[in-house]
């Protein structure tokens, strides 16, 4: 027989010390805005620790199984790729292992489905292999600032406070919740710009699923959708070729900065993707007469709250497509808002359109050693609507990196530019 364990009894003590961690660069949010920042600067050499408040690395991509890396290339016959940096290793890697499906769209641009579990491994994987401190289940109480410079964070975590000091801070945190408790001025929408939540389904027809019309999907959607208490005629359902799963993004929730209100999200976006199943079995029989929900995702956010900007990026700037001196990432994808319960605001763009983010609007004009990157960043709703998708995230990451290791111990307002874009040359100015 094994030996008993002995136990010990134990009291926390009255004042207690937060463990503490030091990097150059801290990035807050653990998405995949976050996870291209911290990988391309470690390849600067500079040490990195990642903090998400979720126990898991990837943010909302496996999280929330968002499913299709969108916004790497650009739209018509003569396509490229923008974004390079993690976006290249990640393409080739999860594509020789089956889990990357590469789909071509009907305005001829390329996205990507994914296998949520492979690329959360992926992301895992790099992340170790790069030497990058990961602290996860970390969730973020307090910021000191010293002259327009964050100096250390603090987390709480179940066991215990942790303090990290670093000299650069990427704001990746998707609500700019860093430049937020640092007491730094940030927006708000005034009116809700809805999130999802997202699911898998397996157990449909794969043979009868090959005819699957999406358009008769909406119109159902329109006309006998209430009947399931469903609130949205559009969206995907997405099934992965070889795969047993199908994605399904046709939810909408409201998402109200309110602690609450969050939690709640939960069951009403289950409750939508219950309704949902529902829906498909009765009106879509011969597909999905034996469908079931394989995995709920956790409700995904789109816009929530980001930074003010030295300058904010405006729909008529990504209309006009106009090169800014200081472009740090460059899009194609489109305006993409979630405004109204129903219905999403589509506005596309000419084939080849490409427009460009300006390292201005990812700098809190507050702040001298904070760079945001992906959905925290300053736009209009419109121009957020269309750059919060992952192909510029990853851009913005590459791009957030590079900016605090120019900056080093100055400010990120004051690097030389030229440098900059010369280490962004792949993307801003690659055209194969
Ligand atoms: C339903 C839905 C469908 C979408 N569909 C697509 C699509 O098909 N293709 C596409 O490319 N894009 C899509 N998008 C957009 C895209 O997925 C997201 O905008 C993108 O993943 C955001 O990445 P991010 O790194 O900026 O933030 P996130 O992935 O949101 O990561 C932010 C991280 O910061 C952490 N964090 C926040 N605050 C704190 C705190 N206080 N303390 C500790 N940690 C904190 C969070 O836990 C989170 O992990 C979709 C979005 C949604 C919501």
């Known amino acids: 027989m094994a030996e008993a364990i002995s136990t010990r009894t134990v009291r926390r003590p009255a004042a207690r010390s937060a463990k503490t961690i030091a990097a150059d660069i801290c990035v807050l949010g653990a998405g995949i805005a976050g996870v291209s920042a911290a990988l391309e600067a470690s390849k600067l050499g500079r040490t990195i620790v990642i903090v998400d408040g979720a126990p898991t690395l990837g943010g909302q991509a496996i999280g929330s199984i968002i499913g299709t890396i ?8 003569h396509r490229y790729q923008i974004t390079h940096g993690i976006a290249d290793d990640l393409i080739s890697d999860l ?8 789909r071509v769209s009907m305005t001829s641009t390329i996205t990507f489905q994914y296998d949520e579990v492979r690329l959360c491994r992926w992301i895992e994987r790099k992340i170790e292999e790069a030497g990058i401190h990961a602290l996860l289940g970390a969730v973020l109480v307090d910021v000191a600032v010293d002259k327009r410079r964050v ?3 603090q987390f709480a975590t179940r066991f215990g406070p942790v303090a990290v000091e670093a000299r650069g801070w990427v704001d ?7 430049t937020y408790e640092a007491g730094f001025e940030v927006r708000e929408p005034d009116a809700p710009v809805y999130g999802s939540l997202n699911f898998l389904i397996e157990g449909y027809d794969a043979e009868a699923v090959k005819e699957l019309v999406i358009k008769d999907v909406h119109d159902r959607l329109a006309t006998r959708g209430g009947e399931y208490g469903l609130v949205r005629h559009d969206g995907f359902l997405m099934p992965f ?12 929730l409201e998402t109200k900065l309110d602690p609450l209100a969050t939690a709640s999200m939960v069951a009403e976006g289950r409750r939508q993707a219950d309704s949902a199943i529902r829906f498909l079995k009765t009106e879509f029989p011969r597909i999905f007469e034996h469908a079931r929900i394989r995995a709920y995702g956790n409700p995904g956010l789109r816009q929530t709250r980001w930074i003010v900007g030295r300058r904010q990026l405006t729909l008529d700037d990504i209309r006009k497509g106009e090169r800014p001196p200081d472009a740090a990432a460059r899009c194609a994808w489109w305006v993409e808002l979630h405004d109204a319960k129903d219905l999403v605001h589509w506005e596309r763009f000419e084939h080849d359109h490409v427009y460009y983010i300006p390292l201005a609007c990812m700098v809190p004009r507050e702040a001298d050693n904070i760079v945001a990157a992906g959905r925290s960043v300053d736009a209009d709703v419109y121009a957020l609507s269309a750059i919060r998708v992952m192909g510029p995230c990853i851009a913005m990451g590459a791009a957030a990196a590079h900016s605090l290791d120019l900056a080093g111990s100055g400010s990120v307002h004051k690097i030389d530019l030229t440098r900059l874009q010369q280490r962004l040359y792949d993307n801003l100015d690659r055209t194969d």
């Open 151 to 153: 100096t250390h964070v």
């Open 172 to 178: 990746a945190s998707g609500d700019a919740s860093l």
């Open 241 to 252: 070729p070889g795969k047993n799963f199908m994605l399904a993004n046709v939810t909408h």
């Open 70 to 77: 969108i916004g790497l290339y650009t739209h018509g016959p």
């Open 95 to 102: 594509t020789a292992e089956g889990s990357l499906n590469r």
